[in-house]
């Protein structure tokens, strides 16, 4: 009887130990000392035995469970130490390795010019002034002079919703409904915003994009306040050294008209931006003319004033020195990220 429970010891020993899984184990413990277990057999004889025996066999298998439990129970331990550890090693961590910071946002280039022109604006008494881009064919038309038919249409490839609702094709039409608006007290305002025209997406041209209007009316204003308030935003735009030349041109809503070239970098020795002209066309400007004062009730013979109106992208292309307008629009991290 002892050598049969040494012999299962050494056996049940060598299972512990072989033991991978606590699989293993929950089987192991099934065979040894479930319901019809090894272990489980012998105290079932127990029974049998003379009662002189009986204590010292009883002992004898009490000790044998307590010493394989005691195994069963460091190899559960030693198992799951390994199981942590390997789990460990799977999920490393390193909790130190610098996290990924978040992209900053930055101010679109556009948005960077329309808020450095109108600060110069502000800077002379301007205050800005918006109106919808889903426009009256009558702002942004007949109020400026433009009537059907009139061959200035054709120019602006408008984008027409009804017969008589368009997407405004310059900021203009925010001159009339603003003089309806502060009539009869002097205007003098600043207009930034988006402008669409039926054209095809190249370098150069864009079906959407943003206008500078600006418009000043009062008594006694001339051609030439015109031309001293265009000096001094090229000189702080552009630079002191630069020079506005004025060209005649033509506009229904102003007269005279003209087109306002600034001086270019190259100081006249020619180069790519200026076409080897020395000059580069920024913005079309004129004194308001009489009909469109009188469309917004100001009187002709004792108001006037002068109007212009730019190009943002084509501005932001030469101060950033941009080559195809269609950059603004794509959103380009690479291109954004250089804008602060
Ligand atoms: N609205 C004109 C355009 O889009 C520009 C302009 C504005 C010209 C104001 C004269 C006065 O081309």
Redesign the pocket.
């Known amino acids: 009887m002892q050598d049969e429970l040494r012999t299962i010891e050494e056996q049940a020993r060598k299972e512990i130990t072989g033991a991978t899984s606590s699989q293993q184990l929950a089987e192991f413990r099934l065979k040894y000392f479930g319901k019809k277990g090894l272990v489980t057999q012998y105290s079932r004889t127990l029974g049998t035995l003379s009662p002189e025996e009986r204590p010292l066999v009883g002992k004898l298998i009490n000790n044998l469970r307590s010493r394989l439990e005691e195994a069963l129970k460091d190899r559960q331990q030693e198992l799951a130490d390994q199981e942590a550890a390997a789990q460990f090693e799977r999920e490393r961590l390193d909790v130190e390795l610098p996290g990924r910071p978040p992209r900053r946002g930055h101010p679109h280039p556009l948005q960077l010019i329309i808020e450095e022109i109108t600060m110069t604006f502000l800077g002379m008494g301007f205050s800005v002034a918006e109106g919808p881009e889903v426009e009256l064919d009558f702002y942004n038309f007949e109020a ?1 002079n433009i009537p059907p038919e009139h061959p200035a249409r054709d ?2 490839d408008s984008l027409y919703i009804t017969d008589n609702i368009l997407l405004r ?4 039409p925010v ?1 009339i409904r603003t003089m309806e608006k502060l009539y009869p007290h002097p205007v003098r305002i600043i207009v930034p915003g988006r ?1 669409y025209r039926r054209d095809a997406l190249d370098a150069t041209h864009s079906p959407i994009f943003h ?1 500078i ?3 000043l009316v009062d008594k006694k204003v001339s051609f030439s306040d015109l031309k001293g308030v265009l000096t001094v935003f090229v000189h702080k735009f552009f630079g002191e050294d630069r020079q506005v030349r004025l060209r005649p ?1 033509f ?1 229904p ?2 007269e005279p ?2 087109e306002v070239d600034v001086s270019c970098v190259c100081r006249g020795q020619g180069c790519r931006i200026c076409k080897n002209t020395g000059w580069i066309e920024i ?4 004194s ?1 003319h009489p009909k469109v004062l009188a469309m917004a009730k100001y009187d002709p013979e004792v108001y006037s004033g ?6 943002v992208e084509r501005i932001a292309m030469l101060r950033y020195g941009i080559t195809d307008i269609r950059q603004f629009y794509e959103n380009d991290f690479r291109l954004l990220s250089q804008f602060h």
Not at 169 to 172: D, Q
Not at 283 to 286: E, H, I, Q, S
């Open positions: 400026l120019m602006h094709t310059h900021t203009s001159q402008v206008q209007e600006g418009l041109s506009f809503f102003t008209s003209t913005l079309g400007a004129g308001v002068f109007a212009f109106g730019m190009g």
